[in-house]
């Protein structure tokens, strides 16, 4: 399970195994099934909005030019100081509102944020999220899209460790289930 779900979580659900909790672990490691769904369908999507019809195609984006900082948050999943903490380190730069000096964002800094985001999440240093932003910002979708089909297969990787941690995790409650007589 290690390679799959990490050290901290096989902590996690271990102590629950030992205590005969056996559902209270299973449905943890439900959770973490439908965290990696979740994030490869951001991934995804981050691959599927390089191209800028994309966005443009779907009836929100059509009808609005900008939209709010929490708006954009939910949309990419992170959160509205993840945001502010980019727009500080230089990442992106939405404009402002004339009047209410809100930040607003633009589709062309919706798809930055959700590729900060996959890049981030990948475990890439800010040196290489800024690379992969210039080049998206110079019209070089191919090397962001390289990379974000590289965290996609890297997500794939991780659902077969997770799959395999699983037949462990089945083989291990076999064997529990026998020393007890269940």
């Known amino acids: 399970m290690l390679s799959g779900f990490g050290m901290d979580f096989v902590k996690e659900i271990m102590p629950l195994v030992i205590h005969g909790e056996i559902t209270q672990a299973l449905w943890k490691i439900n959770e973490a099934q439908v965290k990696l769904h979740s994030e490869k369908q951001i991934v995804q999507h981050t691959i599927d909005i390089l191209d800028p019809t994309v966005l443009l195609d779907m009836p929100k984006y059509k009808e609005r030019k900008y939209f709010s900082i929490g708006e954009v ?7 509205t100081s993840a945001i502010r903490h980019w727009e500080k380190e230089g990442l992106l730069r939405p404009s402002r ?3 209410s000096k809100f930040r607003e964002f633009s589709v062309h800094d919706i798809r930055k944020i959700f590729i900060i985001r ?3 999440r990948a475990v890439f240093s800010l ?3 800024k690379e992969v932003l210039e080049g998206f910002d110079n019209n070089d979708i191919s090397h962001t899209r390289e990379i974000a089909v ?3 297969q890297h997500i794939d990787g991780i659902l ?3 799959i395999k941690g699983i037949a462990s995790f089945n083989n291990l409650l076999n064997i529990v289930r026998q020393g007890t007589k269940i």
């Open 73 to 79: 948050a939910k949309e990419a999943a992170v959160s």
């Open 97 to 99: 509102n004339k009047e």
């Open 118 to 120: 996959t890049v981030q």
């Open 127 to 129: 040196g290489i999220v």
């Open 150 to 152: 590289s965290i996609l």
């Open 160 to 162: 077969l460790e997770q």
